[in-house]
Nanobody, 124 residues
Framework: QVQLVESGGGLVQAGGSLRLSCAAS????????MGWFRQAPGKERDVVAC????????YYAYSVKGRFSISRDNAKNTVYLQMNSLKPEDTAVYYCAAASRRGYTSRVDEYDYWGQGTQVTVSS
């Protein structure tokens, strides 16, 4: 069982930056691939970025590539999402998720545990 708690969301102007954190409970955090997803009102939950258990492989959605960066610290049971050059279309609730596998996956249905989400709002 893994419990995930996101933090770091908020209101920021276009072009600004935010850093999201996701703290995980449990001693087997390093066994899980991790991902960040987002969901805007009236839209489906979409992948933003994923990272393998060892952090040697990452994946980014095309819309955030070059602006966002995912990382993890297995010693701290934490995964991060650094978001730069934010745009109004990045506005959404951002969710952290854990998949019971070591290789990353971008599929929503392959994640087993989810956080409660944190709101990110980018004003124009």
């Amino acid at each position: 069982q893994v419990q995930l708690v996101e933090s770091g969301g908020g209101l920021v102007q276009a072009g600004g930056s935010l850093r999201l954190s996701c703290a995980a409970s449990g001693r087997t955090f390093s066994s899980y691939a991790m991902g960040w997803f987002r969901q805007a009102p009236g839209k489906e939950r979409d992948v933003v970025a994923c990272i393998s258990w060892s952090a040697n492989i990452t994946y980014y959605a095309y819309s955030v590539k070059g602006r966002f960066s995912i990382s993890r610290d297995n010693a701290k049971n934490t995964v991060y999402l650094q978001m730069n050059s934010l745009k109004p279309e990045d506005t959404a609730v951002y969710y952290c998720a854990a998949a019971s596998r070591r290789g990353y996956t971008s599929r929503v249905d392959e994640y087993d545990y989810w956080g409660q989400g944190t709101q990110v709002t980018v004003s124009s």
